[in-house]
């Protein structure tokens, strides 16, 4: 089922988010020039853990490549990284539950990415 639509400013689509649950989204489809997957994600439970994990990160010598930040759809905290294929790799939290309520549109913009700063606009 559709949980929301990221729109530009023409009222064309950029990203269209799905669930299979009462998870806010399972998968996620960019309209843009790439083909393939543009990440995986692995959540973790709370705040704690995304700290927890960007330290790991740290002593392990991998950078951030995004974040930590909150996206508006999912109103989700995140951080990236690149696995050693170069692949993207989200860690994220306290993803928003979608049960019964309707698709929310956003704006493709910066903010909708990230609530907290830079946003990667990939479509």
């Known amino acids: 089922t559709l949980s929301d639509r990221v729109c530009h400013d023409d009222g064309s689509l950029a990203t269209c988010f799905f669930t299979s649950n009462h998870e806010h989204h399972t998968r996620a489809c960019f309209l843009a020039d790439r083909q393939g ?18 330290d ?3 002593r392990q010598d ?3 490549v995004w974040g930590p930040g909150r ?3 999912g109103n989700n905290l ?3 990284v690149n696995d050693p294929d ?5 860690v994220s939290a306290e993803l ?11 704006p493709q913009a910066e903010r909708t990415l990230n609530l907290w700063g830079k946003g990667i606009l990939r479509s």
Do not use: M, S
Request: charged fraction near 25%; include cysteine; glycine fraction near 6%.
């Open 37 to 54: 997957i543009d990440h995986h994600c692995y959540e973790a439970v709370e705040w704690d853990c995304i700290r927890d994990w960007c």
């Open 56 to 58: 790991h990160f740290a």
């Open 62 to 64: 991998t950078q951030l």
């Open 71 to 73: 996206h508006g759809p």
């Open 78 to 80: 995140f951080a990236f």
């Open 86 to 90: 170069g692949n993207w790799v989200e």
């Open 96 to 106: 928003e539950t979608v049960c019964g309520r309707p698709p929310k549109d956003w």
